[in-house]
Structure formats: structure tokens, C-alpha cells
């Protein structure tokens, strides 16, 4: 049960103490009822008895029922649904028994009897009357028994439907009860996966607690957009700020080196130099991921995307065989065709491929493979070089990320390369995924559309 949902275990219970309850009315109907009309018996049949033994006479001849003018009329031993016996000597002298009555049952004077013949129920009462006669009331209880039965008979087939009926009004109703959690959880669901901040829950269900906590939840989302809105404007403008100084920086340095006279002097000079050009290499990177973030439908074209990884690759040729690394793209047996901006799918590839070879080992190999899936064109990069470690792979397309600081910091590197990748393929509808083991080898794991989901 621990595993069930909410609403499973609430109908489960709810379910289950509809049941009990059921049960419990039929155990309270059966024992109430049956003790009701027994004692509701026992008094009509001793009434009736008491009030016939006075106003009977015994005669020779017969028993006969005085009148009020004086008058005697033969007794009808049958009356208000008792029917009476009259006893001599423990035998019956007056009346026929009933049928499945047995006649010969002991006389209890003034006291009722319950007594079951042949499967039938009867109440008998016993007092005396003139010259040391007996009468005898007898009540059919059967009747009343079997209306009871059919009652718990009716009510015992009908159980089960209404348990079916209150289980799936109860399952409607606490479904459409926690439909507003559920659109929350696949709200938050999507902005988890595509970092699509600018999706709010819909609220447009009654306003009660669920209501509350979706506006609330609406107004967190809206307060981390403003954020992300104001770290990409604060990104893009101080890019553009710092262009033109460092442009001014970069010419001054390389005229004080072209005039240094010492070469202690030049090396200093050509450290700034190079850190200059490390902080325009960042600055670059940054605007290329605000230009990223604008680019629209108008900006994109149907490119192959098999023959635009073939043309990137070409440029790596010298530096794959500086270090006699082996590329091999497969030639996939489907058309690779997508929309997308055709500058910025090669800056994804450049990326991916430059860090391929940087991370490689000497002699070492990159195979670049494609697949079709649900639509999805899928660009496998893998190589077999030094690995990332398991503990960083989630922070990878962070901006400014280093898994290795010393070595990227020597490289001109700022962390900047996977963060623009994955926010290129984010615009583009897709999604990058990487897999890695130390000292193994990585795989990155690109998703596009294909051309026929633009």
C-alpha cells in the first residue's frame, strides 16, 4: 500500500468503510428487526387472548361469544391473526390446530412460547377460562420472518451495486479533486525538463485551498522568471559594455609590445595580450548566447544535418592529426534533414567536437553515429578519452563551469562552450544528454527534430 497513489488509497478506504457500514446495517436490521416485531407479536398475541378469554363462554354444546343485548353467537376461533384452541385436560376439546402445528405442546399458563415445527415459527399463549378449560392463542410468526428475509434478500443484491455506484462517484469526484495538483506537478514537470519558465499552472478551477497553493506557485514562477530575465539582460549588456574596451585594450597592448626593448618587457606585455584576448574570447561567448536566446522561425533553414557535421569536422583536421586522433562519422541510412540556425548548429558541433579531441587521449578515437527516434534525429558524439567524473556530470552546461580548471584556464576556456551548446539546441526544440565514465570515454546524445515537426 505504500507504494499506491493518494487517490487509490482514499477510494480503497473510503471504499472499504462503505462496506463495514453496509455490513453493519444489515447485522442492526436482521437482530432489530427480528426483535421488534417478535416483541410487537408476543403483545398481539397475548392481547388478543386476554380479550377473547373474556368474553367467551364454554358451553357443552360449543363456546359461544356473549353480545352486548344478552345475546350468545357461536366463537370463530380465528381473530386480529390469532387463531385459539381451547384445551380440556391437556387436550384440545375446542378449534382445529393449524397446519405444521403441533397441538401436543406443553401448557404454560400466562407465559408466552416460541415454538418452531416442521420449519415453521409460531408464539403460543396459554391461560385459563371457565370451568377449568385453557385457551390457547396461536400466532403465525412466518409471514413476518419471510418479509424481513426478503427485505435482507433485496437489500444483500443491491449492496454491491451501491458500493460500485458510491466507488466510482467517490473516484469522479476525487479525481476531478485532484486534477489541479496534477496540472501542477506537470507544469512543474515541463519547466523541470525544458526550463520553460514562462509556463504558469492554469487556476481556473473554485477558488479553495488548491487554488490557493497553484497562485502561489504562479507567483514563484513569476518571481523566477523576472530573475532569469534580469541575469540574461545584465549578461548581454555587460558583454556589450566590455567590447569596446578590451578592443582599446587589445590595440594599445599590441603597440606597447611592437615598442618594448627588452624581452622581460615583451613577455609581460604578451601575458596581457593574452589575458585580454581570454576576456574577449568570454565576451564573445556571452553575446553569441544572447543573440542565441533572439533567434526566431525566420532565422532558420532546412539544412542536412549529416552533411553541416561533415563540414565542421573538415576544420579539425590538423588538430586530429597533431595528436593522430581517428574521426569517423557513419553515414546514416535516413534523411537527416531539420530547421535550424545553420551558424549556430555548427557552433554546437565545433563545441562538441574540439572538446572530443581536447579531452581525447593520443592516438585515440571519436565516432560521431545517428539514429531515428520518435521523430527525433539523434547525433551520438563519442569518444574514448580521459572521461568526466560522475560528480560533475550534471553541472557540465552550467555557465562558467570547469571541470577541469588548471587545463581550461591554459586553454583560453571560460566554461561557456557547453552552456551555449545546450542553450542552441534548447531553442531548437530539442535536448542534449551525456553519458561518461572516468578514464572510459563520453557520449553526448543530441536530440533534433526531424524536418517534419518544424
Known sequence: MKRWSIKIKIIFWYTLFFALLI?????FLRTSASRVLTDQATMDVTTATIEVADMINVEDDGIYI????????????????VVFLVYENNNVAFGNAPDNFDATTSIKLNETQSEEFNGMNWL???????????????YDMNPMMNSIEQVILIAGILSPIIILVASIGGYIIIKRSFKPIQ????????????????????????????????DMVNQMLDRVEQ???????????????????????QAQAEYMF???????????????????????????????????????????????????????????????????????IDKPLFET????????????????????????????????????????????????????????????????????????????????????????????????????KQHEGTTFRIYLPSSNIK
Open 258 to 328: 611592437k615598442n618594448a626593448k627588452s624581452p622581460e618587457q615583451k613577455e609581460e606585455i604578451q601575458t596581457i595580450i593574452q589575458q585580454i584576448s581570454f576576456m574577449e574570447n568570454v565576451v564573445t561567448q556571452l553575446l553569441e548566447i544572447t543573440r542565441t536566446r533572439q533567434l526566431s522561425n525566420d532565422d532558420m533553414e532546412l539544412i542536412n544535418l549529416y552533411e553541416l557535421v561533415k563540414l565542421t569536422s573538415d576544420a579539425f583536421s590538423k588538430n586530429l592529426s597533431d595528436r593522430e586522433i581517428t574521426l569517423r
Open 227 to 249: 530573475s532569469i530575465n534580469r541575469e540574461k539582460q545584465f549578461s548581454s549588456n555587460v558583454s556589450h559594455e566590455l567590447r569596446t574596451p578590451l578592443s582599446v585594450m
Open 183 to 214: 496540472d501542477i506537478y506537470k507544469t512543474a514537470s515541463i519547466i523541470k525538463d525544458e526550463e520553460d519558465y514562462t509556463r504558469r499552472i492554469e487556476t481556473s478551477f473554485a477558488k479553495d485551498e488548491v487554488y490557493a497553493l497553484a
Open 337 to 436: 534533414n531539420i530547421y535550424c540556425n545553420q551558424t549556430m548548429m555548427i557552433r554546437v558541433f565545433s563545441n562538441l567536437i574540439a572538446n572530443a579531441i581536447k579531452y581525447n587521449n593520443d592516438s585515440g578515437e571519436i565516432n560521431i553515429s545517428f539514429q531515428l527516434e520518435n521523430q527525433y534525429i539523434v547525433t551520438y558524439v563519442k569518444d574514448n578519452g580521459i572521461g568526466i567524473p560522475k560528480e560533475h556530470l550534471n553541472k557540465i552546461f552550467d555557465s562558467f563551469y570547469q571541470t577541469d580548471e588548471a587545463r581550461t584556464q591554459n586553454e583560453l576556456s571560460f566554461g561557456l562552450g557547453l552552456a551555449l551548446v545546450k542553450e542552441v539546441i534548447k531553442i531548437h526544440s530539442g535536448d542534449i544528454q551525456v553519458d561518461s
Open 124 to 138: 403460543v399463549y396459554d391461560m385459563t377460562i371457565e370451568n377449568g378449560y385453557v385457551l390457547r392463542g396461536i
Open 66 to 81: 356473549e353480545e352486548d343485548d344478552d345475546d350468545q353467537e357461536l366463537f370463530s376461533f380465528y381473530h386480529d391473526g
Open 23 to 27: 455490513i453493519f446495517d444489515f447485522y
